[in-house]
C-alpha cells in the first residue's frame, strides 16, 4: 500500500507540476521534479522513524504501529481517502 500510494503521488506531482513547467516552454523537468518528490518523501520518513526510535518511552511495537497509522493517514489524505 505504501509504495503504491507513494509511487501514484510521485508521478501525479511530477506530471502536473511538470506539464505546467512545459506550458510555459520549461521541458524536461518531469523526471527531475519526480525524483525531488520521491527524495524528499523518503527523507522525512527517515527522519520520523529517527524521532520515533529516540523515545525511549515507547515500546518497539508502539513506535512501529504509530508509524505505519500515521503514514497511512497522511497517505490517505494525499490519495484523496480522507
Known sequence: MYMGTL???????SEIVGG??????V???????YQSFKSGVDQQ???YRMFLK????????CIEYNFK????R????FSGSV
Do not use: H, P, T
Open 7 to 13: 509511487e501514484k503521488m510521485e508521478k501525479s506531482y
Open 20 to 25: 505546467i513547467l512545459e506550458d510555459y516552454g
Open 27 to 33: 521541458s524536461g523537468e518531469k523526471e527531475k521534479i
Open 45 to 47: 520518513v527517515a527522519e
Open 54 to 61: 529516540q523515545d525511549q518511552r515507547k515500546c518497539g511495537f
Open 69 to 72: 497509522r500515521n503514514i497511512k
Open 74 to 77: 497522511i497517505f490517505e489524505y
